[in-house]
């Protein structure tokens, strides 16, 4: 299965600063996803990202608060903007080798705002 | 509205013994469902998944059962090992697919006692 790098693993950042997360994957894909994990939640998919257009936002997550790039088919980057003490999470990408294969994640960003 | 559930958010067991997790969904437009084991600073891990129009997957120690009547899976380790402690996480897509979006229950802990 493709291999997943998130950048950085952990971060302690000050409210209304942005901080952008890296997922570098080692084989091309098609779809990359960011989650996030609020603690003592689930898992919440915050946006989809395919190669070449914009990202699709789930409902509750807009594109000023989560900018996204997806430059190519093994890159992608997720900005949390503006970060209030409420952003504090884990945030994860992931990805799906193949159409019908389980989508595999990284290991996440672990997110502290002060 | 929580569309997958996982009502104890913890579980011990003795090494050697049956573990079993439970999940419950609401959505019945699910129809691929997964589970995840995470260790702390990990990502989370693919585990085992069963399609709707079965009722039983096995995979080793691990065995996914499903009853789409009652919206209920559970995942079944035997025998428990140390090495299985982690949460692990129940999560549901519409289509057997790994460009579909997943939604995550808020996980079981579960712990191993040798």
């Known amino acids: 299965s493709a291999v997943i790098s998130q950048k950085p693993s952990r971060d302690i950042c000050q409210r209304g600063t942005s901080l952008t997360i890296q997922c570098q994957v080692d084989?091309?894909?098609?779809?990359m996803f960011w989650y996030r994990q609020q603690p003592g939640q689930s898992l919440t998919l915050i946006a989809t990202?395919?190669?070449?257009?914009?990202?699709?936002?789930e409902s509750g997550f807009v594109i000023d608060k989560f900018p996204i790039s997806r430059p190519n088919l093994t890159f992608s980057t997720l900005t949390v903007s503006n970060m209030s003490p409420e952003d504090s999470s884990i945030y994860l990408c992931?990805?799906?080798?193949?159409?019908?294969?389980?989508?595999?994640f990284g290991d996440g960003t672990r997110l502290s705002i002060l | 509205d929580q569309q997958v559930k996982q009502n104890s958010p913890s579980l011990s067991v003795q090494e050697g013994r049956i573990s079993i997790l439970n999940c419950d969904y609401t959505?019945?437009?699910?129809?691929?469902f997964l589970w995840y084991k995470k260790y702390p600073a990990e990502g989370p891990t693919f585990l085992i998944s069963?399609?709707?129009?079965?009722d039983k997957n096995e995979d080793g120690r691990f065995t996914v059962f499903l009853n789409k009547s009652a919206k209920h899976l559970s995942l079944h380790i035997v025998p428990s090992q140390p090495g299985d402690s982690a949460v692990y996480f129940c999560?549901?897509?519409?289509?057997?697919?790994?460009?579909?979006?997943?939604?995550f229950g808020t996980g079981t802990r579960l712990t191993i006692i040798p």
């Open positions: 069963i399609s709707s129009i079965k």
């Open positions: 990202a395919n190669q070449g257009s914009e990202a699709t936002y």
């Open positions: 992931s990805v799906a080798d193949r159409g019908n294969q389980p989508q595999h």
């Open positions: 999560a549901a897509s519409r289509l057997n697919f790994g460009n579909e979006k997943l939604t």
């Open positions: 959505n019945s437009m699910f129809d691929y």
């Open positions: 084989s091309q894909v098609t779809m």
